[in-house]
């Protein structure tokens, strides 16, 4: 049994975990790697799934604090609603950090997700969005000028691009969606202020008019410990018969 050490290793951290109150700081990492008897290489490697699941955080000179049970935002996606609106309902306080807008020239993907040129302009929004002061998800959306002008995004503006669309009255009808875990890249970390390669959630979608148009390229990236997602499903196929001839 060759995991059985790591397993183990995850055990004992999550029982130290579990019984420490939210806002305490973990022994330091030569001293809990000592304690359990493993290298802090190893250490590091289990208290990453810890971290990404939201139980504990690491401040950067100050060492690793307990966090506690996260909120969770537990939704379907048979229907598209923004974050905002999710969080809402779940009775969570979430709201946006800064909030970056820029204009960027259309890259090969951008320009055939989007139906537009190469080169063409495009208005990227980035912002993360927080949960109890720390970062759960970086959101990215690219949208053709002609269908947001980035003075259109004030001080109000949410940090929901769906839902400024949809009070604008654009006439939107469905969403197409990619579904994948994937490792943060340094970019992506950074903003979600966790390690570089650790696993998130990743949504990558296309927002659709009546007339079919794509006015909305975004890549979503969640810290899987904060979210949890389901799809209901109709149970394909006709009806059978059985016949006893």
Do not use: W
Not at 60 to 73: D, L, M, N, R, S
Not at 95 to 117: R, Y
Not at 217 to 223: A, I, Q, R, V
């Amino acid at each position: 049994m060759p995991h059985f050490p790591f397993q183990r290793l995850q055990a004992d951290l999550s029982a130290l975990i579990a019984k420490m109150p939210a806002g305490a700081r973990l022994p330091s990492e030569p001293d809990l790697a000592a304690d359990l008897g493993v290298s802090r290489a190893t250490l590091r490697e289990a208290m990453r799934a810890f971290e990404t699941q939201g139980l504990i955080r690491r401040r950067q000179g100050a060492g690793t604090f307990v966090v506690g049970k996260p909120p969770v935002i537990e939704s379907g996606l048979e229907v598209l609603e923004s974050m905002l609106t999710l969080a809402r309902r779940s009775g969570l306080d979430v709201g946006p950090g800064p909030v970056a807008v820029e204009q960027i020239q259309a890259d090969k993907d951008c320009a055939a997700a989007l139906g537009v040129a190469e080169g063409t302009s495009l208005v990227r929004v980035s912002r993360t969005m927080r949960a109890e002061s720390r970062p759960v998800a970086y959101l990215i959306d690219t949208l053709p000028e002609n269908v947001l002008q980035a003075e259109e995004l004030t001080s109000k503006f949410n940090g929901s691009v769906l839902d400024y669309l949809l009070q604008r009255g654009d006439p939107l009808v469905t969403s197409r969606a990619e579904i994948t875990a994937t490792n943060a890249s340094a970019e992506v970390a950074k903003m979600l202020e966790i390690q570089r390669g650790d696993v998130l959630l990743k949504l990558t979608a296309k927002l659709y008019t009546a007339s079919g148009q794509v006015v909305d390229f975004s890549h979503s990236y969640f810290l899987p410990g904060y979210f949890k997602f389901h799809v209901v499903r109709k149970v394909g196929g006709g009806s059978s018969v059985i016949s006893n001839q």
